[in-house]
């Protein structure tokens, strides 16, 4: 029996990756041990390994096809990790560039990585722009909450497309303030 | 002159079934005399002639490779029904699961259905709500208003992916309360 | 280095058209010569070429088959422009039929196209209604407000799941009334 692989996606600010520890925190109390693994941090190993960047920065110098190339690389290693494990994979359904939305799995990435669920980590805009605000962001890089939520828009178009062309689910948990523990529940109803 | 095929989704409760039988018996008295099937079920006379399962419940419980394979046979036999007769196939866009939105028609169902049209039947949250409560469903199944809108949005996502991949059109049909009659008409221009 | 390919899509009346010539204009001032092509224009010259059609109202007579290859041999044939200059494709990314929404860019004709950016123009329901009233459109052909958001919808829906086809980001760009300039230069941002 494979081991799942569970995609963890949401917009900046939205505390996927809080979501995510607190939720691997208690399976690990069950006897349940999931890796998680942060999708750019793999193409970084991947590319460095190949000797084609020293440091992250390089990463977005790489012309396209050799960006394809790591990029396919880095899901089958992940792929592959669920031979040991079942595996939480922290990325984004799609990535806000000057250029427009990047979609986070291209379709040679999802071919590789063949997910049983993707999971979009959502709230209001109004509290995204607060934690944003909360952070310490520069406020030349605020966005309004209108474009926050645009920017879930196009996340939710991209997940489900994934699902089509992967056969995964798509899983919507909301993470509203002072919520915290539920949104945990439901992911650990999704990882069990 | 391949004959149309036209696939009729919509969330439980909003009536789509209704919808197709009610364009279907108006057809015939034109002479045109769709076949409707359901998917789930072709599936399941596809699974029980291999002697894989004698019962529906036992469906689920297909490892994900047969599912797969049978879910394919169940496009491939469904596509060439259209052979003798335009065919209507009666499904979901997406299922709500409790891992997530699973998609109704992925990839390599598309590929061999290579549908004509796709129709998503809507209405609002609220509308939903009462027919489903009107419905007698139990208490615990009751979905909000919030989450009918939510399992709406993610199946235009969905048959908007289908269209893309397959070049069919995606109608929206609202079969809004008291408009039965406007819905069935819409139906009807889209079939004949 | 290969020049970019970037489409752009809109509603009708939302003014994607006059935005594209307005920012092509300004850039031919900084040495920048974009070629402006419209996807159905190439369409026709590769059916004409090929004599299965005479004028343009033949094209739709063409049976799928031929359609589905003159489609993907102009977007051969598009992607080829980028050879000598940077390209932009005025185009849809659905096209509302009374069958329904039709995909502008299915999946055959981006599999030839690979495009770099996709554009959304796009602003609200109503600001679109004005501008189509004052085109002097027939009332016939009016839709409401609403029924041109639900377009818009379904429009980010397609152009997403371009993105996750091809790896092209999707950027979507406010064209508001009084504000056309704007438009222009967050167009003129992604052009560059």
Redesign the interface.
């Known amino acids: 029996m494979k081991n799942k692989l569970v995609i963890v996606t949401g917009v900046p600010g939205v505390g996927g990756t809080t979501l995510t520890e607190k939720a691997i925190e208690a399976l690990k109390k069950e006897g349940i041990n999931y890796k998680m693994v942060n999708f750019g941090t793999i193409m970084f190993e991947v590319a460095k390994s190949e000797n084609l960047v020293e440091d992250r920065d390089q990463m977005r110098k790489l012309d396209p096809d050799t960006q394809?190339r790591i990029q396919k690389m880095a899901g089958r290693k992940i792929s592959e990790m669920t031979a040991d494990a079942p595996v939480i994979v922290d990325t984004h359904s799609?990535i806000k560039?000057?250029?427009?939305?990047?979609?986070g799995?291209?379709?040679?990435v999802?071919d590789e990585l063949n997910p049983?669920?993707?999971?979009i980590v959502e709230t209001t805009g109004d509290e995204i722009l607060m934690r944003r605000l909360g952070d310490g962001s520069r406020n030349r890089d605020l966005e309004s909450t209108g474009n926050i939520e645009?920017h879930q828009?196009?996340n939710?178009?991209?997940a489900?497309?994934?699902?089509?062309?992967?056969?995964a689910?798509?899983?919507?948990i909301k993470n509203r303030d002072k919520l915290l523990e539920e949104g945990v529940e439901e992911l650990l109803?999704?990882l069990k």
Chains 1, 2, 3 share one sequence.
Not at 160 to 167: E, I
């Open positions: 394809k799609t560039t000057p250029m427009g939305y990047l979609p799995l291209p379709k040679w999802l049983d669920i993707i999971v645009e828009f196009m939710r178009c991209a489900m497309t994934y699902g089509v062309l992967t056969g689910t798509v899983k919507i109803s999704v």
